[in-house]
């Protein structure tokens, strides 16, 4: 099995900044691309950052200079910094893994149980 655990999530005011992280963990050969999702109540869940296994990152316009995806390979976590927060990135983040578990040669998608985000204005 593999579970993904994000801590970090909370209150905050605008224009201030939190940290994101999420550990995998169980039985698995490699992990792929990872990334972080947002869904806010009333809407669809949307993409905020990727990052390939080698560190390519892709952001869309709406977080792009504000957020910031790493990883650690090593350890099998994923982080998002956020800066420069808005009452509009309000919503759950959840934290999504492409894993390769073993005797399969294609991976799945594992997702996070998510953390709430609150941007206050």
């Known amino acids: 099995q593999v579970q993904l655990v994000e801590s970090g999530g909370g209150l905050v005011q605008a224009g201030g900044s939190l940290r994101l992280s999420c550990a995998a963990s169980?039985?698995?050969?490699?992990?792929?691309?990872m990334a972080w999702y947002r869904q806010a109540p009333g809407k669809q869940r949307e993409l905020v950052a990727t990052?390939?296994?080698?560190?390519?990152?892709n952001y869309p316009d709406s977080v792009k200079g504000r957020f910031t995806i790493s990883r650690d390979n090593a350890k099998n976590t994923v982080t998002l910094q956020m800066n420069s927060l808005k009452p509009e990135d309000t919503a759950v983040y959840y934290c999504?893994?492409?894993?390769?578990?073993?005797?399969?040669?294609?991976?799945?998608?594992?997702w996070g149980q998510g953390t709430q985000v609150t941007v206050s204005s």
């Open positions: 990052i390939s296994r080698g560190g390519s990152t």
């Open positions: 999504k893994a492409a894993v390769t578990r073993s005797g399969n040669l294609f991976s799945s998608d594992y």
């Open positions: 169980g039985t698995f050969t490699s992990i792929n691309a």
